[in-house]
């Protein structure tokens, strides 16, 4: 008869057993083994065991070097590792963490041998990212004893553990292992089992989005990538970080997130079958999205779809004098960002007093660079004295591009771009800055559609080093080499994408940030825990509600309501509790509360 279990584990774990000593498993070791845990490393492959202790003895070599710890120090962390081969050296760990492939097969035949090794107050956690924890628990002889502890990729480093509890675990078991990532300089996040947890739940949604929109050819990996990264200011594109994580991997968590979801955002795109199948993993096969120098190197390698940068634009137009529609933030932004690259710049707003403002809001922007020492007070004025205020689009007859940066409003804009159609000279180009309307309906608005483009600066655009190129069906291509000369010239990065709604960054952007408002409207988690899983387990600079307080709920939700019109999948619908707030006037810091309350300026 089995020893019933009341609390597990109301003293310290102190003795830990890691099971699966891959990368994963043998960062996990180092981490306890660092903060003077016993480690108990179990892997049936005597080879994996020895790369376990090498990783462990390169680490601490380099933090001996980097003066972090002294060789003492070393020489204990590494006697407090010790590996096996078999099962049974797990006999008296306090708790025992599974790291082995993500298969319910090969888990539950470990848990199944622990439950006959262990002690009964022994706690067992899965590492599992994607299975269900409830499933190996009920399988287990002791399921309150069963938990999650989801690490993050590398160990070592990632700050979050997420916590993961099903409705059969003891809350003993919960505190023990929540104390033991404090210990362990982590930061725990509890969470209910569902597959992807709230990390891993929100970010592969956005990844097999990006999957797909590489594999409809909408845009090039090396340009999804580079929007996310700096239109979100995210550590790696989502292409990058699917070969790092691995392709298999990735469709075997969005596998069981569909099998519980229904949602066809999660279904996995058919490129990572395709990947999968082939064998093309990602770097640790040494080719998946992108080719690397060999297996499990980080090297890219130019392969037939690296973009060859060494053509020339092909009929680029000449720009030297450049004109600017509008007199909010973002259209002194773009002023601004031409200026200083040296263009001559008419900023045209409804009048002159307006025109002025927007000129002296930049000259405040640029005395802010001189303060900081980005600019000298001589490059101010030269900047400032190629600006000329105007009060009416009349001064664009002799610009050679014009950007449109109005208000967001698709009546406004195609008035404004007739009324361009008739001011501005044969052969200049005509640049819209929207970041969700549709760029042919401003072309159609004039009588040389094939001169219209869309150029989608980021907020605030001196500091944002992306610029969305976005051309019709109808845009010539000289306007697109002409375009893309420009933003470079202006010190911008630019992406191509075609004629969508969302362009590349909100399309991927905007479904992640509804999707994190639905798991606080159906209580999965909470807003600061969903806010921390990102910042600390995505690399996100901002967590979702941080973001979508700053964007403004009402702007978020008419992009969602766009990508909903155009997309027709149901996942894309707006949550309606961002649709409540917004009805209730919580727009987000602009009106001193949105997911959050915020102290009046």
Do not use: W
Not at 128 to 149: I, K, M, Q, W
Not at 355 to 370: F, G
């Amino acid at each position: 008869m089995d020893t019933p279990v009341d609390t597990p584990h109301e003293s310290p774990l102190s003795t830990i057993a890691v099971v699966g000593l891959g990368t994963m498993g043998a960062g996990i070791a180092e981490v306890l083994a660092r903060a003077g845990r016993e480690v108990v490393g179990i892997d049936i492959s005597e080879a994996a065991t020895r790369r376990a202790v090498a990783s462990l003895e390169a680490a601490t070599a380099r933090s001996v070097e980097r003066g972090r710890i002294t060789e003492r120090e070393r020489g204990d962390v590494l006697a407090r590792f010790r590996t096996f081969t078999d099962l049974h050296a797990a006999a008296d760990a306090d708790l025992v963490i599974e790291v082995v492939p993500e298969s319910y097969e090969a888990k539950q035949q470990v848990f199944h041998a622990l439950d006959a090794i262990v002690r009964p107050g022994t706690v067992l956690a899965t590492g599992t990212n994607a299975l269900s924890v409830t499933r190996l628990a009920a399988d287990s002889r002791h399921p309150e004893r069963v938990l999650g502890l989801h690490f993050f990729n590398p160990a070592p480093a990632m700050k979050l553990v997420e916590v993961v509890s099903s409705v059969l675990t003891a809350p003993g078991a919960v505190a023990a292992v929540t104390s033991l990532a404090i210990d362990l300089g982590k930061e725990p996040v509890a969470v209910g089992d569902r597959p992807g947890f709230v990390a891993d739940g929100l970010l592969f949604g956005y990844l097999n989005q990006a999957a797909a929109m590489y594999e409809s050819r909408y845009a090039s990996r090396e340009d999804i990538d580079a929007a996310m990264k700096l239109g979100c200011g995210l550590p790696m594109g989502p292409l990058a970080l699917l070969d790092l994580i691995g392709v298999d991997t990735a469709r075997t968590v969005l596998e069981a997130m569909y099998s519980e979801s229904h949602d066809r955002l999660h279904a996995p795109a058919p490129i990572l079958k395709q990947l999968s199948e082939a064998g093309l993993s990602g770097r640790k096969s040494g080719r998946g999205f992108y080719t690397y120098e060999a297996p499990g190197s980080a090297v890219v390698m130019p392969d037939a779809l690296t973009p060859r940068t060494a053509e020339l634009a092909v009929g680029a137009r000449e720009v030297a004098s450049v004109g600017v529609a509008g007199s909010g933030t973002m259209a002194s932004g773009i002023a601004e960002v031409f200026a200083k690259a040296g263009y001559a710049v008419v900023l045209a707003a409804r009048s002159a007093e307006k025109a002025d403002t927007a000129k002296a809001r930049i000259a405040k922007s640029l005395a802010r660079s001189v303060d900081k020492g980005r600019m000298t007070a001589e490059a101010r004025e030269a900047a400032l004295e190629r600006i000329t205020p105007a009060g009416s689009l009349d001064a664009f007859a002799e610009v050679d591009l014009a950007v449109e940066a109005v208000a967001e409003d698709l009546e406004v804009k195609q008035a404004l771009f007739a009324a361009l159609d008739k001011v501005c000279k044969p052969g200049a180009v005509l640049a819209t800055t929207t970041s969700s309307l549709p760029v042919i309906a401003c072309a159609r608005a004039t009588s040389r559609p094939q001169d219209v483009i869309g150029m989608h600066f980021f907020n605030p655009a001196p500091a944002m080093k992306l610029v969305e190129v976005v051309r019709t069906v109808l845009t010539a291509d000289d306007v697109h080499a002409t375009v893309r000369e420009v933003t470079a010239k202006v010190r911008k990065h630019p992406v191509d994408c075609g004629d969508r709604a969302g362009f590349i960054v909100n399309a991927l952007l905007f479904p992640y940030l509804n999707n994190a408002v639905k798991m606080v409207q159906e209580h999965y988690a909470s807003l600061d825990d969903i806010d921390a899983a990102m910042r600390l387990g995505g690399g996100y600079p901002m967590g979702p509600f941080e973001l979508l307080d700053v964007v403004g709920l009402d702007v978020s939700l008419a992009i969602e309501r766009v990508l909903h019109r155009e997309f027709r999948d149901p996942g894309l619908a707006p949550a309606p509790l961002l649709e409540h707030l917004v009805a209730a006037g919580c727009l987000g810091r602009k009106t001193g509360r949105g997911f959050r309350e915020y102290a009046r300026r």
